[in-house]
């Protein structure tokens, strides 16, 4: 027969099994990358909105962009962090024109291609990036001038070849109206619990953050709550998103906002608690191209 002290003893036990699982699951939702922390969880949306993009994280859920709708994930949701300010990536060095990528330490899936090169030009201000996708092109002019390494990264990215065949992962609402892609291992199926885990294996400064606003028309960076920990992912705006200015803004979208606001009337497959999910409406970016050299 269990004795009094045996029962304290599995009661304590079993607590601490609790909190351990707890811990895993959102040290596993914060390496989805957020928006805003990843999602809104990783993406801490700011405004009441506090999950959805942790970004693009794709928050506490998925890279924040969703977790309370701030894009984790990277919205951003609230994807581990990576690097503290400290012993993270240095912004831009103007004096010698080079930039800082370092490696990723939280623990993501990564599809490694390598670093980009690290010296960089301003010129010429602006680049165009082309997404083909199965729904149709999406063009971003990118801001080359103010963010010079999230774009050179970008360039490199698409060089490499490292977003073909990757799908949109996580898809807002009205309330966080955002598409967040790439992550190159998503599934984008509703079931795939490692969405928004993925990235390239290194992670660099955030860039072009004064002023920074996220209205409709709006390509921005997901990342993790902590400073540095721009990889790969992104989030487009098909609506004006109330996040705080702590997410790189490379560019506008200049054609395309017609194929984000079908995926959006299409939904999600299965919304999580910050209404976030992977789209219904699959989007499959089959190559990515760029003009305008730097």
Known sequence: MATGKDRQKQLAREHHERQMARRLEREQRAKRMAIIGSTVGVIVVVGGIVAA???LGGGDSKTDAAATAQPSDTAVPSASASA???AGPKPYDAKTGT???VADKSGGVVKDVGLPPKKVKLKPATRTMTLDTN?????VQLDNAKAPCTVNSLAFLAEKKFYDGSKCHRLGSAQFPMLQCGDPQAKADGKGESDGAGGPGYVMGEENLT?????????AMAKTQAPGTTGSQFFLVF????????YTPVGTITKGLDILDKVNKAGVITPGQDG???????VV???VTFSGKS
Not at 211 to 219: E, H, I, L, P, S
Not at 239 to 244: A, I, W
Not at 276 to 282: F, V
């Open 135 to 139: 729904l149709g092109d999406i063009v």
């Open 285 to 287: 970016i089959k190559d």
């Open 211 to 219: 002023g920074a606003t996220y209205k409709r028309g709006v390509m």
């Open 239 to 246: 609506g004006d998103l109330q996040l705080t200015p702590d």
């Open 99 to 101: 930039c800082d990528y």
């Open 276 to 282: 976030t999910g992977a789209p219904k409406e699959t």
């Open 53 to 55: 993009v942790a970004l």
């Open 84 to 86: 503290t300010p400290a």
